[in-house]
């Protein structure tokens, strides 16, 4: 009767101990004016932890002179999970100049996604994407999807010199929307 009470008081304690791992947080904060009504807004990323596996919520709140909050979007797929000791990583979200960028770092480069709010939603509008492959080259790459153009630039890091380099209108239409939009789904906006 002991052991079967010490059992069942362990199991208790386990499903509490994994359930509160997985607990969503605020892990950022990031303000500025999104929609250019002269009110800060807030971009707030959430996150939760299942084991090594971080997920992120990206909720973004339209404020009002009184201070009240409106939420406009909640994307739960728009910032890419990060495994622990991987090197790939969120770096962080912020508003600059009207616009949301997620920042992310990898082990051997970085990548920007660059929203702005437009047509009743969050846009994507920019995208850079930089890569060392660890054996002497780098890529970069430059998408400003309002205007379609595309650039990729392939470099010897050693020597400095372009080894390849594309430059063309690349036009999506619809843009896609933070509501709904995965990162690196798209052989151009990884």
């Given at each position: 009767?002991?052991?079967?009470?010490v059992?069942?008081?362990?199991?208790?304690?386990?499903?509490?101990?994994v359930?509160?791992?997985?607990?969503?947080?605020?892990?950022?904060?990031?303000?500025?004016?999104?929609?250019?009504?002269?009110i800060?807004?807030?971009?707030?990323?959430?996150?939760?932890?299942?084991?090594?596996i971080?997920?992120?919520?990206?909720e973004?709140?339209?404020?009002?002179?009184?201070?009240?909050?409106?939420?406009?979007?909640?994307?739960?797929?728009?910032?890419?999970?990060?495994?622990?000791?991987?090197?790939?990583?969120?770096?962080?979200?912020?508003?600059?100049?009207?616009?949301?960028?997620?920042?992310?770092?990898?082990?051997?480069?970085?990548?920007?996604?660059?929203f702005?709010?437009?047509?009743?939603?969050?846009?994507?509008?920019?995208?850079?994407?930089?890569?060392?492959?660890?054996?002497?080259?780098?890529?970069?790459?430059?998408?400003?999807?309002s205007?379609?153009?595309?650039i990729?630039?392939?470099?010897?890091?050693?020597?400095?010199?372009?080894?390849?380099?594309?430059?063309?209108?690349?036009?999506?239409?619809?843009?896609?929307?933070?509501?709904?939009?995965?990162?690196?789904?798209?052989?151009?906006?990884?």
């Amino acid at each position: 009767m002991y052991n079967k009470s010490v059992i069942y008081l362990f199991f208790m304690l386990l499903g509490g101990f994994v359930h509160s791992q997985q607990k969503t947080v605020i892990h950022q904060i990031a303000k500025g004016d999104l929609n250019k009504d002269g009110i800060t807004d807030l971009a707030i990323v959430k996150a939760g932890k299942n084991g090594d596996i971080t997920n992120y919520i990206l909720e973004i709140y339209f404020l009002d002179k009184e201070g009240n909050k409106k939420l406009i979007v909640n994307a739960e797929k728009a910032i890419e999970a990060s495994q622990h000791g991987t090197g790939d990583n969120l770096e962080n979200v912020e508003i600059v100049k009207g616009t949301v960028h997620i920042n992310y770092s990898f082990l051997r480069g970085q990548s920007k996604h660059i929203f702005r709010y437009q047509n009743n939603g969050f846009e994507l509008i920019g995208f850079s994407y930089g890569i060392s492959d660890g054996q002497g080259h780098l890529t970069d790459v430059e998408f400003n999807l309002s205007t379609g153009r595309y650039i990729s630039k392939l470099s010897n890091y050693e020597t400095g010199e372009t080894e390849s380099k594309e430059d063309k209108i690349v036009k999506i239409r619809p843009l896609p929307n933070l509501r709904n939009f995965e990162p690196y789904r798209s052989k151009y906006f990884y």
